[in-house]
């Protein structure tokens, strides 16, 4: 089992920066792909990046690509969410989430454990 814990988020203008950190506990964390999800008011959680369990495969949403970047440590159990040049509709609650399936990453269902989310708010 792991637990996972977000931290990093705040109140940034636009074209600020800021990291997020999802932190894990259970030994198993260097088995599992680590994605990052967002949700805004009203809207459905939707896929940001995602980060294989050996960190040599990531991927996209076109929204962030070029802005954001993912990256873990093994050794801190920790992955990171550099987040560049934010933008007011980067406004959501920021979710990190462990799975074992790379096929279908972008899909919620497919993470088998989530942190409790950290707020991320970008002003004009």
């Known amino acids: 089992q792991v637990q996972l814990v977000e931290s990093g988020g705040g109140l940034v203008q636009a074209g600020g920066s800021l990291r997020l950190s999802c932190a894990a506990s259970g030994r198993a964390f260097s088995r599992y792909n680590i994605g990052w999800f967002r949700q805004a008011p009203g809207k459905e959680r939707e896929f940001v990046a995602v980060i294989s369990w050996s960190g040599g495969n990531t991927d996209y949403a076109d929204s962030v690509k070029g802005r954001f970047t993912i990256s873990r440590d093994n050794a801190k159990n920790t992955v990171y969410l550099q987040m560049n040049s934010l933008e007011p509709e980067d406004t959501a609650v920021y979710y990190c989430?462990?799975?074992?399936?790379?096929?279908?990453?972008?899909?919620?269902?497919?993470?088998?454990?989530w942190g409790q989310g950290t707020q991320v708010t970008v002003s004009p």
């Open positions: 989430g462990a799975g074992t399936t790379w096929g279908r990453r972008r899909e919620p269902p497919r993470y088998d454990y």
